[in-house]
């Protein structure tokens, strides 16, 4: 964002440079304004144009907050999921897709705690403990989430292992993510929310991405064998 300011701060300068040096063509050097009158103007045109991005950073609501802070939370137990592949047996294809989630729901993770902390609002503390996730300064219970895993869910998730561990980490996989795209259906379905613009494109990310990994694991899902069936 600094580099952003930055860079409009100078457009605006080459501005008032370049109207400056066209009026005093038109009427002659000497009314051109000195220096100090053009930094001035630029000075001015920085000012607002700093008002209007904080303006716009104050665009968002309530339901905004919640959004956030309880997607980091969810996605915290889909990270914790797909960290259990690589110690349980998993097939070269599951492993792959538990690495591209643990990539990227940690970079959606660090992106909403900025978020949130460059709007003074609470970032929850997420704490792991075994296979719970435990998360302090959320606006709700992590577990009450939409697609989160119970207790018992983890377990046998844990307890699995090979076709069997696969088997289930896409089956819970695709309800923890369908429960992400409920969020945003929420979300959207409140009023006034979703309108700020880092929101609104995690949002629309987490539905695209989530629904475009969905459609992948019931294909996977669908070339596993049976439960209990020849492997």
């Not at 501005?15 to 930094?39: F, I, Q, S, W």
């Not at 998993?90 to 492993?95: K, L």
């Not at 990310?205 to 019931?218: G, H, K, S």
Request: aromatic share 4%; glycine share 8%; charged share 20%.
């Amino acid at each position: 964002m600094r580099a952003i300011r930055t860079s409009v701060a100078g457009v605006a300068l080459l501005a008032v440079l370049a109207v400056t040096g066209c009026a005093g063509a038109g009427r002659g050097a000497e009314r051109v304004p000195g220096p100090d009158g053009a930094a001035a103007a630029a000075a001015d045109l920085e000012v607002l144009f700093r008002a209007r991005q904080d303006s716009a950073r104050l665009r968002y609501v309530e339901a905004d907050v919640r959004f956030v802070q309880g997607m980091i939370a969810h996605h915290a137990q889909a990270i914790v999921m797909a960290e259990l592949a690589p110690t349980h047996g998993a097939s070269g294809a599951v492993r792959t897709l538990a690495a591209r989630i643990i990539n990227a729901q940690r970079d959606e993770i660090a992106a909403m705690e900025a978020w949130l902390r460059e709007r003074g609002e609470a970032v929850p503390e997420v704490h792991v403990l075994g296979l719970e996730v435990m998360a302090h300064g959320a606006a709700h219970a992590a577990h009450d989430m939409p697609g989160m895993l119970t207790v018992e869910q983890m377990r046998e998730l844990d307890r699995a292992r090979g076709p069997e561990f696969d088997r289930l980490f896409l089956t819970y996989m695709i309800q923890h993510h369908r429960g992400a795209v409920v969020m945003v259906h929420d979300l959207f379905a409140t009023d006034g929310a979703g309108q700020d613009e880092a929101v609104f494109k995690l949002a629309s990310d987490v539905q695209v991405d989530q629904a475009t990994e969905i459609a992948r694991m019931e294909q996977m899902l669908s070339a596993l064998p049976a439960a209990g069936g020849a492997r």
